[in-house]
């Protein structure tokens, strides 16, 4: 039989990740499901990460009810610890797991060396220069684009800049905007989406933007992990729209290039 170890590391991190079943803050089992959930601390006391166990595996395979139960754990964690320890506080934005031997106790062993090449200056003060007159389309962009904002938040603020190149005094320009999002459409995920484009970044937008929707209880919750799958399938896309959109209103005289981490 296997287990598997998943963890997510809390930021900011230390040059060395070490789990070896000690400073634990606390555990918990989570009763009808064969998880156990551990908040990590570091020696010091500060924050390592939260430390989800998964036994009993047949194979090196969670099941999608498991990974639910994971992924609205980890967020309520987080909810928690923002309103009772630090409000800025964040995880790592890739998780880290791995399969071993269900008799095997924790061996995590990880070094961090964090490194951005250099940026290209004169790239960047031309950049600056030429998008200075629309540096709200291009403040837009960049809250759609960050990991550090929430899934929602940088949804509509892409949405945003959607409208400001096809609602015009409150009214869609629909035929234009079908007609731009044409080139997109072979990439929307029909695992997710039945609609066309059009249909679907209005859809996401009413629930993004709703408390309660029709029949859809809460909205989009960053608690629920399909909610979070969908919207991240479709920002991809969106991402792409806008970046066009504000290329376009910027004539020539700049241009938004594609981030290799976006």
Request: proline share 3%.
């Amino acid at each position: 039989m296997k287990k598997c170890y998943f963890y997510f590391l809390i930021k900011p991190l230390n040059e060395q990740v070490i789990d070896d079943n000690t400073n634990i803050g606390f555990e918990i089992k989570i009763q009808n499901h064969n998880i156990a959930l551990a908040f990590l601390q570091h020696s010091d006391g500060q924050p390592k990460a939260l430390r989800f166990e998964v036994g009993n595996l047949e194979k090196e395979d969670i099941s999608e009810q498991a990974l639910n139960v994971i992924h609205s754990s980890k967020e309520h964690f987080l909810s928690i610890m923002r309103m009772n320890y630090d409000p800025d506080l964040e995880f790592l934005e890739k998780a880290i797991w791995h399969y071993t031997e269900v008799s095997n106790k924790p061996d995590l062993n990880l070094k961090f060396k964090e490194a951005l090449s250099p940026p290209n200056a004169e790239a960047i003060k031309n950049v600056f220069i030429n998008t200075a007159s629309h540096r709200k389309l291009v403040k837009l962009l960049t809250d759609g684009v960050s990991t550090r904002l929430p899934l929602k938040f940088r949804y509509l603020s892409l949405y945003k800049i959607v409208e400001f190149k096809f609602l015009k005094r409150g009214k869609w320009q629909t035929g234009e905007l079908k007609l731009f999002l044409s080139k997109y459409e072979s990439k929307i995920d029909s695992k997710f989406f039945k609609r066309p484009l059009f249909n679907t970044i209005h859809d996401i937008r009413d629930r993004c933007a709703h408390f309660k929707t029709n029949g859809d209880g809460l909205g989009i919750s960053s608690l629920n992990r399909k909610d979070e799958m969908e919207i991240q399938s479709i920002i991809e896309i969106l991402v792409e729209v806008a970046r066009d959109i504000v290329n376009t209103e910027l004539s020539g005289s700049a241009t938004i290039l594609k981030h290799e981490n976006i």
